[in-house]
Nanobody, 114 residues
Framework: QVQLVESGGGLVQPGGSLRLSCAAS????????MSWYRQAPGKERELVAG????????NYADSVKGRFTISRDNSKNTVYLQMNSLKPEDTAAYYC???????WGQGTQVTVSS
């Protein structure tokens, strides 16, 4: 079955960096676009970034443009989210999502605080 397993979250100070990973299994990863979403307490889940199947095209929420980078390694069935210049408002649970499959990971918590 389809599995998406996120890792890499944690506590970081404002201005710091984290790299999230999402390991995929149970489907032909390289044929599917992938996305990262996030959900802060009391807020709706929102799209952070997306990447096409071969990685040739990406898109970002305005709030993270220039700070976050989505990438993928199809040989490792993994999608990444490099997060730089983190702000307290980036605090959220971050989820990996396969849009065409409608599948979500379990999420990884990112907390930005001094």
């Amino acid at each position: 079955q389809v599995q998406l397993v996120e890792s890499g979250g944690g506590l970081v100070q404002p201005g710091g960096s984290l790299r999230l990973s999402c390991a995929a299994s149970g489907f032909y990863f390289s044929s599917y676009s992938m996305s990262w979403y996030r959900q802060a307490p009391g807020k709706e889940r929102e799209l952070v970034a997306g990447i096409t199947s071969a990685g040739g095209s990406t898109n970002y929420a305005d709030s993270v443009k220039g700070r976050f980078t989505i990438s993928r390694d199809n040989s490792k069935n993994t999608v990444y989210l490099q997060m730089n210049s983190l702000k307290p408002e980036d605090t959220a649970a971050y989820y990996c999502y396969a849009p065409r499959l409608g599948s979500w990971g379990q999420g990884t918590q990112v907390t930005v605080s001094s």
